[in-house]
């Protein structure tokens, strides 16, 4: 157990729904990261955010938003959903840092979210 | 940004074999390479890594190397099992956060 937890495990909902998916960091870290990994692809990294605020952003679809709350769980949403975004999402937390490279950015793990599009 | 590239993709290797698995990276900069694991349907799991004040890092079966001069990093397992069968996923830290490989499915058959 990594310490990350993430809710639901599963999902099932039809095109053009809207879900949110939750994310509770390891005590502690201020970093939580989102990727999506689709079926037999690698992890594509969504976004980062670092105590509140948006840190990086990669292959986010405009459909898709994110926010890191006060408490620190994050939560993606995902909008007008199509079926390709059928795919497990994963969210990771670590320490994070303020500013320069991250030489000890362990990423965490949670269980990941699988959605299902029909 | 950084940019990792992994090979191969797939690997097949018999029981008590070794099994390895390359990565390049390309920012100079960076000083940090994670290897996860990734069982069928469960979460990444870190199972070593590597910082660049160091040229190789083992741990029981498990061995990483960095060649920092040819940007290059390897995971080494020997004496593979069956549990060994996985996806394995290298990274390099960039400015502010990871860059995975594609990752390498392992099958180690018995």
């Known amino acids: 157990d990594s310490g990350v937890t993430q809710t639901p495990k599963h999902l099932i909902t039809a095109t053009g729904q809207r879900v949110t998916l939750r994310c509770s960091p390891r005590?502690?870290?201020?970093?939580v990261y989102w990727y999506q990994q689709s079926l037999d692809q690698g992890l594509q990294f969504l976004i980062q955010?670092?105590?509140?605020?948006?840190?990086a952003k990669g292959n986010i679809l405009e459909r898709f938003s994110a926010q890191q709350f006060p408490d620190l769980h994050s939560e993606l949403n995902l909008s007008s959903l199509e079926l390709g975004d059928s795919a497990l999402y994963f969210c990771?937390?670590?320490?994070?840092?303020?500013?320069?490279?991250?030489?000890?950015?362990?990423?965490?793990f949670g269980p990941g979210t699988r959605l299902l599009v029909l | 940004g950084e940019n990792v590239e992994q090979h191969p993709s797939t690997l097949s290797v018999q029981e008590g074999d070794s099994a390895v698995i390359k990565c390049t990276y390309s920012?100079?900069?960076?000083?940090?390479f994670p290897w996860y694991k990734q069982e069928l349907g469960k979460r990444p799991q870190l199972i070593i890594d590597?910082?660049?004040?160091?040229g190789e890092k083992k741990d029981q079966r498990i061995a990483v190397t960095l060649n920092k001069t040819a940007k290059h990093f390897s995971l080494h397992i020997t004496e593979t099992q069956p549990e060994d069968s996985a996806v394995y996923f290298c990274?390099?830290?960039?400015?502010?956060?990871?860059?995975f490989g594609k990752g390498t499915m392992l099958l180690v058959s018995p």
């Open positions: 990771a937390s670590s320490v994070g840092i303020t500013s320069g490279r991250a030489t000890d950015q362990t990423q965490y």
């Open positions: 005590s502690g870290d201020l970093s």
């Open positions: 955010y670092y105590n509140g605020e948006e840190r």
């Open positions: 920012d100079s900069a960076s000083n940090y």
């Open positions: 590597i910082r660049s004040n160091v």
């Open positions: 990274a390099a830290n960039g400015y502010s956060t990871l860059t």
